[in-house]
Each structure stands twice: as C-alpha cells, then as structure tokens.
C-alpha cells in the first residue's frame, strides 16, 4: 500500500512538473532565405539569452530553424553562412508559451577584388 501510495505521490509530481515547464517556456522559429527568396539550408542559427548562455542550431531542408523551450526573456540570434553578410537581430522577447516568429533575409556578401592593369 505504501508503495503505491508513493508511486502514485511521485507520478502526481512528474505531471506537475511538466505542466509547468509547458506553462514558462516559448520559443523562437523562422525560415532564413536570400535576397531572391530562395530557401538557405545548413544555415548556422546561433541564440544567446540574457544570461550570456548559447544555443547553436543548423536550419533544416527546408531552411527552417526552431529552438523550443525557450524561458521568457530577452534574446539575440545570429546566422551565419559562407559568402552572406552575418545577420544579427536584439532585443528578441520571449514571453511564456508563446511562439515567437523571426523570418531571415540573408544579403550577399561582395568580396573586394583588386585588378592591377599594367
């Protein structure tokens, strides 16, 4: 009896916890494309909260990147890609079970080239 009085006690538990874990946590999604609208696969997609702390995702085959979870607070995103200027956006607001949505336009970057004419 006390055994199930104790599983039960510790399932009770483990519900509330995860409720409350749901309840207090957001996330941060979008798409990352160029300036032709075309989709960026493997774009490196770096978050940094308020605490200094890290995240680093990569955006799927479909140029989709998503970090769930998220505690509200205030955020920074970074993406990276060979041969496209780095983006960064502040300032981004997490706020408790909410999805926040950040779409991503990379620009190209143009490389300086010298010509020397004798």
């Known amino acids: 009896?006390?055994?199930?009085?104790?599983?039960?006690?510790?399932?009770l538990l483990a519900i509330v916890c995860s409720v409350v874990a749901q309840q207090t946590s957001g996330s941060i999604k979008g798409?990352?494309?160029?300036?032709?609208?075309s989709l960026v696969t493997n774009a490196r997609v770096?978050?940094?909260d308020d605490r200094g702390a890290t995240i680093s995702?990569?955006?799927n085959q479909f140029g989709v990147y998503e970090f769930?979870?998220?505690?509200?607070?205030?955020?920074?995103?970074k993406v990276m890609v060979p041969g496209f200027v780095v983006?960064?956006?502040?300032?981004?607001?997490?706020?408790s079970h909410?999805?926040?949505?950040?779409?991503?336009?990379?620009?190209?970057?143009?490389e300086e080239q010298q010509v020397t004419v004798r």
């Open 98 to 110: 909410q999805a926040t949505t950040l779409d991503v336009q990379l620009a190209v970057e143009l």
């Open 31 to 37: 798409a990352v494309t160029d300036q032709l609208a």
């Open 46 to 48: 770096v978050l940094k």
């Open 68 to 77: 769930k979870n998220l505690r509200a607070g205030k955020y920074e995103l």
């Open 87 to 95: 983006y960064e956006e502040k300032d981004i607001t997490v706020e």
């Open 57 to 59: 995702i990569t955006t």
């Open 1 to 11: 009896m006390l055994n199930r009085t104790l599983l039960c006690t510790a399932l």
